[in-house]
């Protein structure tokens, strides 16, 4: 079945560094790929998506490519701030179950100051 | 509303007892999804419907668990006798429909503690 795997955290940055959290995906077919974000206390919300290969999503800095050849949607971010810290969770679907979310593990992201 | 809503947004119970979980989806968005998060096994998906017909019931963990939708708006999500693995946040999403790139948004979930 369709599956993500997402890096391990939890992931510790100074401010303004570069961050990029890997996340492959196993699917058939093409699926949508996702990544959300879950701020302290807060709820799930849709950061970015690419719905077909090689499309970029990017939204509050940060870009994620999706790449067919590699099965990868890998998310970067140039330079990052304390008010990122949040757990990050890589996510596919696909039309054909009903877009049902998939998600990876989650990375925990803390940003220092 | 503005957006989805959940209620109980906590719920204490012991083992053994029956719960309900509400969710009412932004209006007019006819697909709504409830998935679980646990610390043991991440954000799990449990059932959806496009409207009131429930299409993939796959994800729900045994025959304890139910889920109805009526009038194409709210759903409910019941756990008969409840089990403390049952403990968990239950999370309910709504997409205006069934399309490929629609993006999925979330309530604040209900937080279940089963004693």
């Known amino acids: 079945g369709n599956s993500v795997t997402q890096m391990e955290g939890p992931v510790t940055l100074s401010e303004e560094a570069f961050l990029t959290i890997n996340c492959t995906y196993t699917?058939?077919?093409?699926?949508?790929l996702f990544w959300y974000v879950q701020y302290p206390g807060e709820g799930l919300q849709l950061l970015l998506k690419?719905?077909?290969?090689?499309d970029k999503g990017s939204n509050k800095g940060f870009e994620a490519t999706y790449r067919k050849e590699t099965t990868s949607f890998h998310l970067e971010k140039g330079s990052v701030q304390v008010s990122d810290s949040a757990v990050y969770f890589c996510?596919?679907?696909?039309?054909?179950?009903?877009?049902?979310?998939?998600f990876g593990a989650g990375t925990i992201l803390r940003v220092k100051s | 509303g503005a957006g989805v809503s959940q209620s109980p947004s906590n719920k204490v119970t012991e083992k053994g007892k029956d719960v309900e979980l509400r969710c009412d989806p932004i209006?007019?968005?006819?697909?709504l999804y409830w998935y679980r998060q646990s610390l043991g096994q991440g954000l799990e998906f449990l059932i959806y419907?496009?409207?009131?017909?429930?299409?993939?019931k796959s994800g729900l963990p045994s025959d304890r668990f139910s889920a109805e939708r009526t009038g194409g708006s709210v759903s409910t999500l019941t756990i008969q006798r409840t089990q403390q693995e049952d403990s968990a946040v239950y999370l309910c999403?709504?997409?205006?429909?069934?399309?490929?790139?629609?993006?999925?948004?979330f309530g604040p979930g209900t937080r279940l503690t089963v004693l």
């Open positions: 690419a719905t077909k290969a090689d």
């Open positions: 419907f496009q409207g009131n017909s429930a299409p993939d």
């Open positions: 999403a709504s997409s205006l429909a069934l399309l490929a790139d629609n993006e999925q948004f």
């Open positions: 699917a058939t077919g093409y699926p949508s």
């Open positions: 996510a596919l679907s696909a039309l054909e179950y009903g877009n049902k979310l998939v």
């Open positions: 209006s007019g968005h006819t697909a």
